[in-house]
């Protein structure tokens, strides 16, 4: 079967790609705006994109009647925002955040999150994540509809159990991340792994 996502199944393109290309990473974005008030929303259009300069991307896609979400007005206003990683334990939380909150309303009270002070930028990091990457905004490209914010990672706050100090890695047996699966309700969990080792 052949679909034509530019076509025929243009406005079916978004449901279609988002079941589609799982499990993705949820990247639960807190931003500021000028006047200092927090925004905290989730996007699973994200990912790492490089290490060297450490570099991330989101997609934030615009409101219903085509005006910026508040992230996406916020970074271009302030150039700066942290990107929280979404585990088991605030899944929920994460969820509350996706809500339509006026501009300028802080989505972390009602989700029962805490914001904890960045050491670079002036977004808030999430108390309750996993690992929180405080971003300088590199860039944003639009292409079409889509927006596609490039962060320069500054610095990387992690729970002290899930860093190896001797071998400076990550403890990933420790790290139980969520991910985004079929549009428009379902998530995984990622404890069920298995190791293939690259052929050299």
């Known amino acids: 079967m052949e679909l034509d996502l530019e076509g025929q199944l243009a406005d079916r393109a978004y449901p279609i790609l ?3 290309v799982t499990p993705r990473p949820i990247a639960l974005v807190t931003t500021v705006n000028p006047d200092g008030k927090v925004n905290a929303a989730p996007f699973s259009f994200f990912n790492m994109l490089g290490a060297s300069p450490p570099i991330l991307g989101f997609a ?8 910026p979400k508040d992230t996406a007005r916020n970074i271009r206003l302030t150039h700066e925002f942290v990107v929280n990683l979404v585990d088991e334990a605030i899944a929920e939380a994460m969820n509350k955040c996706a809500a339509s909150l006026p501009y300028g309303e802080n989505e972390l009270l009602p989700a029962g999150l805490h914001a904890a002070p960045s ?7 999430i108390l309750e994540s996993p690992a929180s990457l405080e971003c300088k905004e590199w860039g944003t490209l639009q292409i079409g ?10 610095r990387l706050h992690l729970r002290e159990e899930l860093f190896d ?12 991340l969520i991910g985004r699966m079929a549009s428009p309700h379902w998530y995984c ?3 069920d792994r298995f190791e293939m080792i690259r052929p050299k």
Do not use: E, W
């Open 18 to 20: 988002a079941s589609l």
């Open 60 to 67: 934030p896609g615009d409101r219903d009647d085509g005006t």
């Open 119 to 125: 050491s670079m930028v002036k977004p808030p990091r």
């Open 145 to 154: 509809d889509n927006r596609v914010v490039i962060g320069m990672v500054k």
């Open 165 to 176: 100090v001797d071998k400076q890695r990550v403890r990933t047996d420790k790290l139980f």
């Open 189 to 191: 969990r990622t404890r």
